[in-house]
């Protein structure tokens, strides 16, 4: 299984971005995927899921701001991020999990002031 993040890049502060997550496999098969992100020194932060059967939860930090969506047909995850401020720069990581987790290589996100 392989996932791969893209969609990161700069942005000034109230921009907007938004991350993929492609998987090699049918993303039905996993329990929920989400959004991690961990920028340097602290442990990576769980940000957004969502589940099988589309029910989806998200860090206080990014409510009102992030959506997290997903294409089964597709095999991706996106997660449009708004309103963007410098505190969300970070490397953002997918993770699928089932009977394993499964982590992409990272996008990183750059929130300039």
């Known amino acids: 299984v392989q996932l791969q993040a893209s969609g990161g890049g700069w942005v000034q502060a109230g921009g907007s971005l938004r991350l993929s997550c492609s998987a090699s496999?049918?993303?039905?098969?996993?329990?929920?995927v989400r959004w991690y992100r961990q920028t340097y020194g602290k442990q990576r932060e769980l940000v957004a899921q969502?589940?099988?059967?589309?029910?989806?939860n998200y860090a206080d930090f990014v409510k009102g701001r992030f959506t997290i969506s997903r294409d089964n047909a597709a095999n991706e995850v996106w997660l449009e991020m708004n309103s963007l401020e410098p505190d969300d720069a970070a490397v953002y990581y997918c993770?699928?999990?089932?009977?394993?987790?499964?982590w992409g290589q990272g996008t990183l996100v750059t929130v300039s002031s």
């Open positions: 969502i589940t099988n059967g589309g029910r989806t």
């Open positions: 993770n699928a999990v089932g009977e394993r987790n499964f």
């Open positions: 496999v049918s993303i039905s098969r996993f329990t929920s």
